[in-house]
């Protein structure tokens, strides 16, 4: 059985410090501990470069090192992200663009001419024509994406097949929604026991899964380490045998997510936990955060402008908006999405942000945010009291 493993290692630049340090000892020293023990694995990670940004505040330097090692020794790869996790299809691309960049220049200061990723993560799996085009001009070869991007509907992919984006022509690896819905290990092992003939099984979930989200008692993940028929591969490895043996199939990809739904795409809603015109939130939120954006953009010469973008692109991580979703994600290992803390901090941002700027002509638009930020406040507190408060178990 051949698995194809790829984890997603993420927290909000913003987020307390006791978060980080919880899931960095509980999750991703298992992860790298794990494949330090055992050699002949390899995984496919996207560490997001915020996280990595309060593992140098934190002292996580030891940790840093390891994770050279093992990238030294080609038992991992590191994909691309965009430094501060927004949603891609939903910010401009000269936004993007720059937030690339940036976290290259943050992982090449650490890991040097190891750090040549070939892979890029976009936040989410949030698929959009024009943001995979714009990461293909960037240098990169592949990205990975949920199995319903293929055509807006489940169990319609073979993974062993290579595919390229007929937009962008990038190659494409799909993760099984089914393999990823609950702890991995377990999955895998028990596929193990019932495989007859060459399987290829590929899995992405988020890293917090391996130990902060669930207590391996049973150690499934050390089982399946252990096992004869068990060969992992990194993407980057895989899709060179898939995609040189056979030409690859250009496909017209459907804009979606990883927790998509074939309904939401039926309706065109590709990405509704982050921006839905049916909930007043959000619009009140795109609405500040475009007038934030465009504010801070016509400002660029300003004396604190440094401190203006500093808060611009912590408001704009996709969690600001996510956590104003209301959405049940209980039953694939997440919490109810309503958060109004988690809210806050986003919204404070952007507000911060703006009021940064030192130029006097901006007292109107500093007005303008402020009462949009006193109105999503409002919206947040009296939809918590009177819904969500006793409602929801997180």
């Excluded at 702890?183 to 979930?205: F, R």
């Excluded at 309503?338 to 911060?352: A, K, M, S």
Aim: with cysteine; glycine share 4%; net charge positive.
């Amino acid at each position: 059985m051949l698995w194809i493993n790829f984890l997603h290692l993420y927290q909000p630049v913003h987020t307390d410090a006791y978060f980080i340090k919880e899931a960095t000892e509980k999750s991703y020293k298992r992860i790298i501990s794990a494949l330090e023990a055992h050699p002949e694995i390899g995984f496919t990670l996207n560490i997001n470069t915020c996280l990595f940004l309060r593992w140098e505040e934190l002292g996580y330097s030891g940790l840093i090192k390891r994770i050279a090692v093992l990238l030294e020794r080609g038992q991992i790869e590191l994909t691309g992200n965009a430094a501060y996790h927004p949603l891609l299809p939903l910010i401009p691309k000269e936004e993007l663009e720059r937030q690339i960049k940036e976290s290259e220049d943050i992982f090449r200061k650490h890991f040097g001419e190891k750090y040549k990723p070939r892979g890029f993560f976009m936040s989410e799996m949030a698929y959009g024509k024009e943001a995979a085009k714009a990461i293909k001009e960037l240098g990169y070869e592949w990205i990975i994406l949920d199995e319903i991007t293929y055509n807006g509907r489940l169990k319609q992919v073979d993974f062993r097949k290579c595919h390229i984006d007929k937009e962008s022509k990038l190659k494409l690896i799909f993760r099984s929604r089914k393999l990823s819905s609950d702890y991995v290990p377990k999955l895998i092992n028990k596929l193990l026991d019932k495989a007859n003939g060459k399987i290829v099984a590929i899995t992405a979930t988020d890293a917090e899964l391996y130990g902060l989200r669930y207590n391996d008692i049973h150690n499934e993940l050390g089982k399946l380490f252990k096992d004869e028929r068990l060969e992992t591969k990194l993407i980057s490895d895989y899709l060179d045998l898939a995609c040189t043996s056979k030409a690859g199939k250009e496909i017209n990809l459907v804009s979606s997510n990883w927790e998509s739904t074939e309904r939401e795409l039926k309706e065109k809603r590709a990405y509704s936990s982050w921006k839905d015109n049916k909930k007043d939130i959000h619009k009140k939120l795109w609405q500040l955060t475009n007038h934030v954006y465009t504010t801070v953009c016509e400002h660029q010469d300003d004396d604190n402008y440094y401190w203006a973008r500093w808060h611009l692109v912590r408001g704009l991580s996709s969690c600001t908006f996510w956590w104003a979703s209301g959405k049940d994600f209980r039953y694939i290992f997440g919490p109810y999405a309503w958060n109004p803390d988690e809210i806050e901090r986003g919204t404070n941002e952007l507000v911060r942000s703006i009021r940064a700027i030192n130029n006097e002509l901006t007292i109107a638009d500093k007005i303008k945010a402020e009462h949009l930020f006193v109105e999503i406040k409002k919206i947040v507190w009296e939809k918590h009291w009177i819904y969500y408060w006793k409602k929801v178990i997180n």
